[in-house]
């Protein structure tokens, strides 16, 4: 479904900032209808990685071919209907606050093209699907963090995608709605088939969601594998400093929750 083949990226130099290589043939095969997860920390590639796929960023080498066909060398003609069997999720919601949740889910489409009946019949059954049919009207100032994230998924599955980008899409909502968003991103992989491509820097998020991950340090995949073989046995040294991170945070998490326990009980 998704190669990608001796992708490089670099950022030539500007006023005050040298050359920066951000992707170091980077090479990556994600099947139809698999979740992998893209992992890292600050400034390893990963978000540069999942612009290359759909061309936010274009690889300065290399070849990302996308069911058949290598879209660096797409012309500019064909790139917006390429773009729309992309679907992307982003950490900062970027809902327009002066459209409802509706309208909001129907923008790509309006932007397209489509006439009114288009729009209903896509948008009607994705409100459903992710759980917002009651919110239908109300506006972003209304909804939750967790709801305001239900609606970039559902704007980004308007156009019927083949694929689902989630860069960092969890990263700003609390453990709770995290998980809630992780179970409709599963559901709506096994629905819908989706391949999805996932960028975090949580390995909660890539055990909790993905079926492959790949590490990456300083522009390049330094380990890849199926998650459950990962989470067992890893070799390199970011993927297991990533690996002990969360473990940290998940012994940080208990000892909270038994001091609230505890705290409770003398209170009682």
């Given at each position: 479904?998704?190669?990608?083949?001796?992708?490089?990226?670099t950022y030539p130099a500007r006023r005050g900032s040298d050359e920066?290589?951000?992707?170091?043939?980077i090479d990556l095969d994600i099947a139809a209808g698999e979740i992998?997860?893209?992992?890292?920390?600050?400034?390893?590639?990963?978000?540069?990685?999942?612009?290359?796929?759909?061309?936010?960023?274009?690889?300065?080498?290399?070849?990302?071919?996308?069911?058949?066909?290598?879209?660096?060398?797409?012309?500019?003609?064909?790139?917006?209907?390429?773009?729309?069997?992309?679907?992307?999720?982003?950490?900062?919601?970027?809902?327009?606050?002066?459209?409802?949740?509706?309208?909001?889910?129907?923008?790509?489409?309006?932007?397209?093209?489509?006439?009114?009946?288009?729009?209903?019949?896509?948008?009607?059954?994705?409100?459903?699907?992710?759980?917002?049919?009651?919110?239908?009207?109300?506006?972003?100032?209304?909804?939750?963090?967790?709801?305001?994230?239900?609606?970039?998924?559902?704007?980004?599955?308007?156009s019927s995608p083949k694929v689902l980008l989630c860069d960092e899409?969890?990263?700003?909502?609390?453990?709770?709605?995290?998980?809630?968003?992780?179970?409709?991103?599963?559901?709506?992989?096994?629905?819908?088939?989706?391949?999805?491509?996932?960028?975090?820097?949580?390995?909660?998020?890539?055990?909790?969601?993905?079926?492959?991950?790949?590490?990456?340090?300083?522009?390049?995949?330094?380990?890849?594998?199926?998650?459950?073989?990962?989470?067992?046995?890893?070799?390199?040294?970011?993927?297991?400093?990533?690996?002990?991170?969360?473990?940290?945070?998940?012994?940080?998490?208990?000892?909270?929750?038994?001091?609230?326990?505890?705290?409770?009980?003398?209170?009682?």
């Amino acid at each position: 479904m998704i190669r990608l083949s001796n992708v490089q990226k670099t950022y030539p130099a500007r006023r005050g900032s040298d050359e920066h290589t951000a992707l170091r043939g980077i090479d990556l095969d994600i099947a139809a209808g698999e979740i992998v997860g893209v992992i890292g920390r600050s400034g390893a590639g990963k978000s540069t990685l999942i612009r290359c796929i759909n061309l936010l960023e274009t690889p300065t080498s290399g070849s990302v071919i996308v069911d058949g066909t290598d879209v660096t060398k797409l012309s500019n003609r064909d790139l917006p209907l390429f773009r729309r069997q992309l679907g992307m999720v982003f950490q900062h919601f970027n809902l327009l606050s002066s459209r409802t949740v509706y309208d909001n889910i129907a923008l790509p489409l309006e932007l397209a093209g489509a006439s009114k009946a288009e729009i209903a019949a896509a948008v009607d059954p994705l409100l459903p699907l992710v759980g917002l049919e009651e919110k239908r009207d109300r506006y972003p100032a209304e909804l939750s963090g967790g709801q305001k994230q239900r609606v970039g998924i559902a704007r980004a599955l308007s156009s019927s995608p083949k694929v689902l980008l989630c860069d960092e899409v969890t990263s700003a909502l609390d453990p709770e709605t995290t998980r809630q968003i992780l179970n409709l991103l599963k559901d709506i992989n096994k629905r819908l088939g989706l391949t999805m491509v996932v960028i975090t820097h949580e390995m909660a998020v890539v055990k909790a969601l993905c079926d492959r991950v790949a590490v990456m340090d300083g522009g390049v995949i330094v380990e890849e594998g199926l998650v459950d073989g990962i989470f067992a046995n890893p070799v390199h040294d970011t993927t297991k400093s990533l690996l002990a991170d969360e473990f940290v945070e998940f012994r940080a998490g208990q000892d909270s929750a038994q001091s609230r326990d505890q705290s409770s009980g003398q209170e009682g």
